[in-house]
């Protein structure tokens, strides 16, 4: 789950395991008598909204970001009920949200503006320029034949 009862979701964001809410219930579909009396399919809250482990500017991008699964009261929730184990998939449900996180916490690099060299500029006229006198070529061979 996550080294000393901890989240990592990037290099300097984690969240405590305190601050994940789990409910289970039972799971839908195929899966026979256990389905029916197992509840397994877990259900996590993560209340983005009052969250110490997370700036003002995080809880900001993530609200932005994951606009629909975050609530009106700032609590992201999410239910995973792929395996017959209450465990796996708590597991798998603490995956899913990290893996979540850190894509909405993801800044892009500013792009810079750049000018092409005038090597290049000049190889790529060159280039069209062969380009223009092949077709040229072909033309004029075109008019021969006839």
Same mark, same amino acid.
Do not use: Y
């Given at each position: 789950?996550?080294?000393?009862?901890?989240?990592?979701?990037?290099?300097?964001?984690?969240?405590?395991?305190?601050?994940?809410?789990?409910?289970?219930?039972?799971?839908? *579909? /195929?899966? *026979?008598?256990?389905?029916?009396? !197992? !509840?397994?399919?877990?259900?996590?809250?993560?209340?983005?909204?009052? #969250?110490?482990?997370? @700036?003002? =500017?995080?809880? +900001? +991008?993530? +609200?932005?970001?994951? *606009? @629909?699964?975050?609530?009106?009261?700032?609590?992201? +929730?999410?239910?995973?009920? #792929?395996?017959? @184990?209450?465990?796996?998939?708590?597991?798998?449900?603490?995956?899913?949200?990290?893996?979540?996180?850190?894509?909405?916490?993801?800044? /892009?690099?500013?792009?810079?503006?750049?000018?092409? @060299?005038?090597?290049?500029? =000049?190889?790529?006229?060159?280039?069209?320029?062969?380009?223009?006198?092949?077709?040229?070529?072909?033309?004029?061979?075109?008019?021969?034949? #006839?």
């Amino acid at each position: 789950m996550g080294e000393g009862r901890v989240v990592r979701i990037t290099g300097g964001v984690a969240i405590p395991l305190g601050e994940l809410c789990f409910a289970f219930t039972r799971s839908s *579909g /195929p899966g *026979g008598q256990h389905v029916n009396k !197992a !509840a397994t399919q877990a259900e996590l809250a993560f209340d983005v909204a009052r #969250s110490p482990s997370l @700036s003002d =500017e995080q809880k +900001r +991008r993530i +609200r932005a970001r994951l *606009g @629909s699964w975050v609530s009106k009261e700032g609590v992201l +929730r999410m239910t995973c009920q #792929s395996t017959h @184990s209450q465990a796996q998939n708590r597991q798998e449900a603490v995956e899913r949200l990290a893996a979540l996180l850190a894509q909405a916490l993801h800044v /892009p690099k500013k792009r810079r503006r750049t000018r092409p @060299s005038r090597a290049s500029v =000049e190889r790529r006229l060159a280039a069209k320029r062969r380009r223009g006198a092949v077709k040229r070529q072909r033309r004029q061979g075109a008019d021969d034949a #006839s």
